[in-house]
C-alpha cells in the first residue's frame, strides 16, 4: 500500500491591518508620506473609529499640503477621541486649518 | 445653595478659556510700530530662538506688514502712523523634533485555509483491477479581529508665548500661549507663530 499525502496551503492570508499599519509607520520613518496615507487606508477598513490613526492621518495630509483632507480627519479624530489631550490637539488644528 | 453651583461654574469657565489676554483700556489704533526683541533659544534645542524669529518677521511680511531688519536681530514691524511703539517678546516653552507617539490598533486575523488530499493504490496479483482511493480534508482557521498591537512614529511640537509691551509706559497689553504639532519641524514652528501673528494682526484692523 502507498500513501500519498499532499498538503497544499490554500492560503495564509493573515496580517491584514497589522501589516498596512506597521507598513505606513515604516513608510512616515521614511518620509515617504504618500505611501503611509495609501498603507493607513488598507489598516482603516478594520479600525474605523480609532482616533490615533485618524490623527496620523490628519498629520499626513498635513505634511502634504492637504489642508482640506487633513480638516476631515481632524474632526474624525475629534469625533471618536475620548482623550482631552488628544481632543485639545484636534480642536487647535480645526481651528488652524479652518483659518486658512 | 447658589454658591454651591456658582463657584464650580466660574472655576468651569476661567479653566475653559483659552483666549489672549488683552488689556481692555489700551488703544491699539495709536500704535505705529511694533519691535520684535530677540528671542532666546529653547533649552534643549540651540538655534531655535533665531528660526522662531526669522519666522515672527516673515509672517509679519506674509501678512502684508513693512518689515524693517535694519538692526540684526532686532526687526520693526510697521503698522500704522501712530506713535507708540509695542515690544513683541517671545518664549519658545516646547521646541521637540521627535515626540514618539504610540498608536494602538485592532488588527484582523483573517484566518488560514489547510487542505490535506490522501491517495492510495493497491493493486492484487490475482486481479487484473487496481484499486485507488483518495480523500481530502479541509481545515479553516476563520481568524480573529483582535487587539493589543501598537506601532510608533515620531513628531514634532512646538510652543510658544508671545507678549506684547508698551515701549513707553512698560505696560502689558497684549499676551497669548500657541502650540502646534507636524510631521516636520520647521513646518511646525511656521505654523505656531503664523497662528500667533494672525491673532496679533486683528488688533490692528
Known sequence: MRLLSIFILAGILCGGTNNALSKASAAMKAGMYKEALGHISVAQKTDETNPDVYRMKALLHEALDEPKLALSAWKNCLKYSMDEFMSSEAKIHIQSLSAE | MKKFFFIPSILLTISCWYGPAVNESYNFNNVGSIKIIPVNDHTYMPGSGEMVETSLSHNFLKYGFDVNEETPR???????????????????????????????????????????????????????????????????????????????????????????????????????????????????TEICVRNGINQVRKLFQ
Open chain 2, 74 to 188: 532686532s526687526p520693526r514691524v510697521s503698522i500704522g502712523t501712530g506713535y507708540q511703539t509695542l515690544e513683541l517678546s517671545c518664549i519658545i516653552t516646547e521646541y521637540t523634533d521627535a515626540e514618539l507617539i504610540v498608536v494602538p490598533y485592532l488588527y484582523e486575523d483573517r484566518g488560514t485555509s489547510t487542505t490535506t488530499v490522501s491517495q492510495s493504490a493497491s493493486a492484487n496479483a490475482n486481479t487484473d483491477n487496481a484499486e485507488t482511493s483518495s480523500s481530502t480534508t479541509t481545515k479553516i482557521d476563520g481568524g480573529a479581529i483582535s487587539s493589543g498591537s501598537k506601532i510608533n512614529y515620531t513628531r514634532a511640537r512646538v510652543g510658544i508665548i508671545l507678549k506684547m509691551r508698551d515701549k513707553d509706559t512698560g505696560s502689558l497689553v497684549w499676551s497669548n500661549s500657541y502650540w502646534y504639532s507636524g510631521l516636520e519641524l520647521h513646518r511646525t
